[in-house]
């Protein structure tokens, strides 16, 4: 038998609905205004199918949970490095949210070969501005004079972009530009976090702070390491085209890879072999 109990909804008194509704709007209308909610715009920002061409697809992005185990294979991983015959001064240079740590097991497997790697000193890399790159060039300049020789460039990533266009601004400082996965060419949204990228930076992958144009090739020689297992970046971007670096390197690493991979290292030492300071 169905229940003919009724209960009533609580009826609230008009002025205090009235109110309540203004209330609302006027918060409503203070969030628009906010930091918050243009970084949130911009994250959500629309964008044409085509413009996000060639991005890995969810199956590539979810490969680069393989960082995840990292710990447990480095303990048994034996890398195989023999002493350099031609030494090299190696800056390296994060990717995008990520700390210099990062970089350490990479760059401790260029130090067993003789190489000297510094950091950029910077710390965690939260996007670029013209502070920032001031500070950068100001580094590289440093290291150049303080070793007297150039300064082999390579960067991560958006640290990559990073050290191609520094290496525009000081060739005569720099002996080679090795990147790793860097997203150069191509649409600046042919990837899996330029949303994010968006909402932390506060500022459009199209319009950054600083006057870059990132697929002219620095004065330099300039090598892109690219994977076709890159779970972020689409590879493409990340090889780029004939004119926009001197050589195009593949390799079968996640985008997170790039900073432990034995191929990646290996790679790396014969780059730093071949370069004529």
């Known amino acids: 038998m169905a229940s003919r109990f009724a209960f009533d909804r609580p009826r609230f008194p008009a002025p205090l609905l009235a109110a309540a509704t203004a209330a609302g709007a006027q918060a409503q209308q203070a969030y628009a205004g906010t930091e918050l909610a243009?970084?949130?715009s911009l994250a959500r920002e629309v964008c044409p199918e085509e413009f996000e061409l060639g991005k890995p697809r969810l199956l590539r992005l979810l490969g680069?949970?393989?960082?995840?185990?990292e710990p447990l294979r480095r303990a048994r991983r034996k890398v195989p490095v023999a002493l350099?015959?031609?030494?090299?001064?190696?800056?390296?240079?994060?990717?995008?949210?990520?700390?210099p740590m990062r970089m350490r097991y990479l760059?401790?497997?260029l130090e067993r070969a003789g190489h000297v790697t510094k950091r950029w000193g910077l710390g965690r890399n939260w996007g670029p501005d013209p502070d920032r790159?001031?500070?950068?060039?100001?580094?590289?300049?440093?290291?150049?004079?303080?070793?007297?020789?150039?300064?082999v460039l390579i960067g991560w990533s958006l640290g990559g972009l990073y050290a191609r266009e520094i290496?525009?601004?000081q060739p005569s400082a720099v002996a080679k530009v090795i990147s790793m996965g860097s997203p150069f060419s191509g649409s600046p949204r042919a990837n899996n976090v330029w949303?994010?990228?968006?909402?932390?930076?506060?500022?459009?992958?199209?319009?950054?702070?600083?006057?870059?144009?990132?697929?002219?090739?620095?004065?330099?020689?300039?090598?892109?390491?690219?994977?076709?297992?890159?779970?972020?970046?689409?590879?493409?971007?990340?090889?780029?085209?004939?004119?926009?670096?001197?050589?195009?390197?593949?390799?079968?690493?996640t985008h997170m890879g790039f900073t432990y991979d034995p191929q990646v290292i290996a790679t790396l030492l014969t780059e730093l072999e071949s370069t004529r300071a």
């Not at 790159?133 to 300064?151: M, Q, S, T, W």
Request: overall charge positive; glycine content about 8%; some cysteine.
């Open 38 to 40: 243009r970084r949130v």
């Open 64 to 69: 680069e949970a393989q960082v995840l185990f």
């Open 84 to 99: 350099a015959a031609n030494r090299q001064v190696v800056m390296i240079l994060p990717g995008f949210g990520a700390h």
């Open 107 to 109: 760059a401790r497997h």
């Open 133 to 151: 790159f001031d500070a950068i060039e100001a580094r590289l300049l440093e290291l150049h004079a303080r070793h007297g020789r150039k300064v």
């Open 167 to 169: 290496a525009k601004r």
């Open 195 to 253: 949303r994010a990228y968006q909402f932390i930076t506060g500022h459009s992958v199209d319009a950054p702070p600083i006057d870059a144009q990132l697929a002219i090739k620095p004065p330099v020689e300039t090598v892109a390491l690219w994977s076709g297992n890159d779970g972020v970046i689409a590879p493409r971007c990340a090889a780029g085209r004939p004119g926009e670096r001197d050589r195009a390197i593949p390799l079968r690493c």
